[in-house]
T-cell receptor
Framework: NAGVMQNPRHLVRRRGQEARLRCSPM?????VYWYRQLPEEGLKFMVYLQKENIIDESGMPKERFSAEFPKEGPSILRIQQVVRGDSAAYFCASSPSTRAYRTDTQYFGPGTRLTVL | QKEVEQNSGPLSVPEGAIASLNCTYSDRVSQSFFWYRQYSGKSPELIMSIYSNGDKEDGRFTAQLNKASQYVSLLIRDSQPSDSATYLCAVNKGNNFNKFYFGSGTKLNVKP
């Protein structure tokens, strides 16, 4: 299965702990996007990354949140000192290229459901 | 003004009817347009993409694009209860930054 993979699928953290969410893009895809979705709400863009570069982080909260997409390995969304308001579904999507926008489409992973106790 | 706007619904249609979902976008330079379906508790799933004015058909789904009026629509013919989901409209401006803008989604209920 060459789809977008995310792990863990469910993550429970206590307030003040750190959450690390992982995303492996589809094979051949070099662009990764992270979204957050609160219950009964739409997708909120967080960050867009290419390998070793953050392209657009305009949707990331200024504090406690960070993202990376290293040369080797999955993309990581890191939330430090989690609070109850961080409880949400976090989706990762990937796409193949920047220039060929006519063939670009974002494909979503299954998501990570974060619950902060 | 939001980049992409959708009526949140819910839109209720009887089984077998045509469901019509609409979406408007604010930036005229937008280049590519997508419809995703999201079942409750699941991730978004791509249904259709459209790039040119006019209609694009795929099975029971037809996407319509009108760039002059800046709207995109999705028609679902012969609606089935399994079509009940939230439908997300997404727009790609096609500039150097491959960023998608999503609407908040329209919830569709197809009643048996």
């Amino acid at each position: 299965n060459a789809g977008v993979m995310q792990n863990p699928r469910h993550l429970v953290r206590r307030r003040g702990q750190e959450a690390r969410l992982r995303c492996s893009p589809m094979k051949g895809h070099s662009h990764v996007y992270w979204y957050r979705q609160l219950p009964e709400e739409g997708l909120k863009f967080m960050v867009y990354l290419q390998k070793e570069n953050i392209i657009d982080e305009s949707g990331m909260p200024k504090e406690r949140f960070s993202a990376e997409f290293p040369k080797e390995g999955p993309s990581i969304l890191r939330i430090q000192q989690v609070v109850r308001g961080d409880s949400a579904a976090y989706f990762c999507a990937s796409s193949p290229s920047t220039r060929a926008y006519r063939t670009d489409t974002q494909y979503f992973g299954p998501g990570t459901r974060l619950t902060v106790l | 003004q939001k980049e992409v706007e959708q009526n949140s619904g819910p839109l209720s249609v009887p089984e077998g009817a045509i469901a019509s979902l609409n979406c408007t976008y604010s930036d005229r330079v937008s280049q590519s347009f997508f419809w995703y379906r999201q079942y409750s508790g699941k991730s978004p799933e791509l249904i259709m993409s459209i790039y040119s004015n006019g209609d694009k058909e795929d099975g029971r789904f037809t996407a319509q694009l009108n760039k002059a009026s800046q709207y995109v629509s999705l028609l679902i013919r012969d609606s089935q209860p399994s079509d009940s989901a939230t439908y997300l409209c997404a727009v790609n401006k096609g500039n150097n930054f491959n960023k998608f803008y999503f609407g908040s989604g329209t919830k569709l209920n197809v009643k048996p």
